[in-house]
């Protein structure tokens, strides 16, 4: 059973930084893509940012492209999104997502963690 768990959300000021982590079980890992999603409240679900795990090959989104960073350890079969310079207009449920295949792409994501709150204050 595919589990993906988030963690490391929460408050910060505008311009601050923060990393999330999505642990993940149940997957082969050679066989997926990780990505990283949000929604705003009101808003639709976007893509943030993808990776590949068994080379590290990323993509993002226009939007944070420069100062998102998106990375994983193999080991811990955690993905990371490190984010910095955030704005208020990105506060938003922050979603971890697997799909099967290696293509990098930002759609079609079989498995959703639970999502954690991202606030930055103004």
């Known amino acids: 059973q595919v589990q993906l768990v988030e963690s490391g959300g929460g408050l910060v000021q505008a311009g601050g930084s923060l990393r999330l982590s999505c642990a993940a079980s149940?997957?082969?890992?050679?066989?997926?893509?990780m990505g990283w999603f949000r929604q705003a409240p009101g808003k639709e679900r976007e893509f943030v940012s993808a990776?590949?795990?068994?080379?590290?090959?990323?993509l993002y989104s226009d939007s944070v492209k420069g100062r998102f960073t998106i990375s994983r350890d193999n080991a811990k079969n955690t993905v990371y999104l490190q984010m910095n310079s955030l704005k208020p207009e990105e506060t938003a449920v922050y979603y971890c997502?697997?799909?099967?295949?290696?293509?990098?792409?930002?759609?079609?994501?079989?498995?959703w963690g639970q999502g954690t709150q991202v606030t930055v204050s103004s």
């Open positions: 149940g997957l082969t890992f050679s066989r997926y893509t």
């Open positions: 997502a697997a799909r099967v295949g290696v293509v990098l792409t930002s759609v079609n994501y079989d498995y």
């Open positions: 990776v590949r795990w068994t080379t590290g090959s990323s």
